[in-house]
């Protein structure tokens, strides 16, 4: 199968600021992600799945390895035309609508006005917000902000969708609704890489798990596979084992 | 080619719009344009040359409004965009750096097209109705629509390379403050620069003003003089017509200096990382 994402010997350190030591961020880190499969990043604040996400997404740069994504390197803009990026928080001009959002999406996609709208009106029924789509997104709530934010990632029809904490945000029926979802676009046949603090989804969701720790790759397989290399019930206790291993090992 | 013009094209649509919903830049314009109306009681109080000095008053509104919409609405976009991370959310699109940066400028410069047009034209409307209120063979003799025209045209011209300035400082330091206080201080040594050449020209005896005078000449390639923009003065008065070279001459300079600072606003951003 052909990688979708292909990360080798990654390192990334974020350089020194005013008042910040320089910070490692990401220390030889490998994995890759084939076409269809679905991949979880986990680990706790600051063991860089974030970075991860922004090294796939061009927002910054490896200091050493390569990264190729969907055949290409990051840095060629017109590939991202190909892939639906939800942030964990919702950063949108105050004034805008979801709707000018979307047809913003539309048009740097290259998609046909028609198309734009077909494809609007689909995902705001779906998730919900089809009557506010003229309201300024200031006034969404968080959990608004997130679903227009999926509506956004989704208008493309993306073949790689890169969730950074989808459920970040959502009331309980949120939750199941964009659990549902990409339950279903998984199912669809779409490559997904997402990084979640809530262990539960990402043992029901994802193929393979990539457990980070302070920049390293702890793990790398299927989330059965960690339980049992930890001797536990659930991926959460698993997942605590083996950082607390780490931890004290350091 | 086409596909990277529609990339630009949309995204500068929202900056578009962004603007134009956005409350304090309509409170603005309000502002600007009770200021332009007040031009008609301002008039009252000049004894004489009322053309000029009206013709001053307006161009001065225009260009506070726009030095405001710059440094209020220009500096505050591009700060948004890196602090509240909704640069991120852009360059989630197969939107390159290049394209971020130049749909921004051209955005931010039909806002202020369209603010100096609106003003530009109210101004006109202005200076016509104070001639036609006056005696204007003894007060208000001149007033040309196509020197008019050419001084909107400066006017904005300056404020064109202030944005281009506005974007280069945005992509080389973060925050607002700071781009605020930078592109502040670059108004001002720009404003400056003239007048302390013009002072040290008044030396020449000295030997050691020719090397000052070199360096500041040279100094005006980074800090250009908006000045050789600024032709309102010919708008309400008999001053004679400059030579066409010394019209084209400034507004190609100002085309290139706006050129070369996006292109190294461009360059930037291509190599920053956006944490």
Same mark, same amino acid.
């Given at each position: 199968m052909n990688s979708v994402i292909f990360f080798e010997n990654v390192s990334k350190t974020y350089a020194k600021q005013l008042g910040v030591l320089s910070q490692? =961020?990401? =220390?030889?880190v490998s994995f890759s992600l084939a076409q269809g499969g679905t991949i979880g990043l986990i680990g706790a604040n600051g063991a860089g799945k974030s970075t991860c996400i922004k090294l796939l997404m061009d927002f910054i740069r490896p200091d050493s390895g390569s990264i190729s994504i969907l055949g290409t390197?990051?840095?060629?803009? =017109?590939? #991202?035309? #190909?892939v639906g990026y939800l942030p964990e928080t919702a950063n949108f001009? =105050?004034?805008?609508t979801v709707l000018d959002m979307l047809r913003f999406t539309g048009g740097t996609c290259n998609l046909p006005p028609q198309d734009i709208r077909v494809a609007s009106e689909k995902w705001l029924c779906c998730l919900g917000l089809w009557d506010a789509r003229? #309201?300024?997104? #200031?006034?969404?709530?968080k959990g608004m902000q997130q679903r227009a934010n999926f509506a956004i990632a989704l208008l493309n029809d993306p073949d790689l969708l890169i969730l950074d904490e989808p459920m970040s945000g959502l009331d309980p029926i949120g939750r199941v609704m964009i659990s549902d979802l990409i339950q279903q676009l998984k199912d669809a046949g779409k490559t997904i890489l997402f990084c979640s603090h809530i262990l539960e989804d990402v043992d029901r969701l994802v193929d393979n798990i990539l457990l980070l720790h302070k920049g390293k790759k702890l793990f790398y397989g299927p989330p059965a596979d960690l339980a049992v290399q930890e001797q536990k019930t659930s991926i959460a206790e698993a997942f605590v084992s083996m950082v607390q291993k780490e931890e004290s090992h350091a | 080619m086409l596909s990277r013009l529609r990339r630009i094209r949309s995204l500068s649509r929202l900056i578009i719009i962004d603007g134009l919903r956005r409350h304090a830049l309509i409170g603005l314009i309000l502002f600007a344009l009770a200021g332009e109306i007040g031009g008609l009681l301002f008039f009252d109080f000049i004894p004489r040359d009322i053309g000029r000095a009206s013709n001053d008053f307006l161009f001065s509104i225009s260009w506070l409004t726009g030095f405001i919409f710059l440094l209020f609405h220009a500096v505050q976009v591009m700060a948004w965009d890196d602090e509240r991370r909704i640069l991120h959310t852009f360059l989630a699109r197969p939107i390159s750096r290049t394209e971020y940066v130049l749909a921004v400028f051209f955005g931010l410069a039909a806002l202020l097209l369209a603010l100096n047009t609106v003003l530009g034209g109210i101004g006109w409307g202005m200076l016509n109705l104070i001639r036609s209120s006056v005696d204007a063979a003894s007060y208000f003799q001149h007033l040309s629509l196509p020197f008019f025209l050419l001084a909107s045209a400066g006017l904005y011209g300056i404020e064109l390379m202030l944005l281009a300035i506005i974007l280069f400082f945005s992509g080389a330091v973060r925050g607002n403050f700071p781009v605020l206080l930078l592109s502040l201080s670059y108004y001002f040594i720009c404003s400056g620069l003239p007048v302390v050449r013009q002072a040290i020209r008044q030396q020449t005896a000295h030997p050691a003003s020719q090397y000052v005078e070199t360096l500041l000449k040279g100094l005006t390639a980074l800090f250009p003089d908006f000045s050789r923009l600024d032709f309102k003065t010919l708008v309400a008065s008999s001053d004679p017509v400059p030579a066409l070279s010394q019209i084209v001459y400034p507004f190609a300079l100002s085309s290139v200096y706006v050129l070369i600072v996006l292109w190294l606003a461009c360059a930037i951003y291509q190599r920053r990382d956006l944490e």
């Open positions: 490692l =961020a990401l =220390a030889d390197s990051p840095k060629n803009s =017109a590939i #991202r035309s #190909r001009p =105050a004034n805008l003229k #309201r300024p997104l #200031r006034n969404f709530s | -």
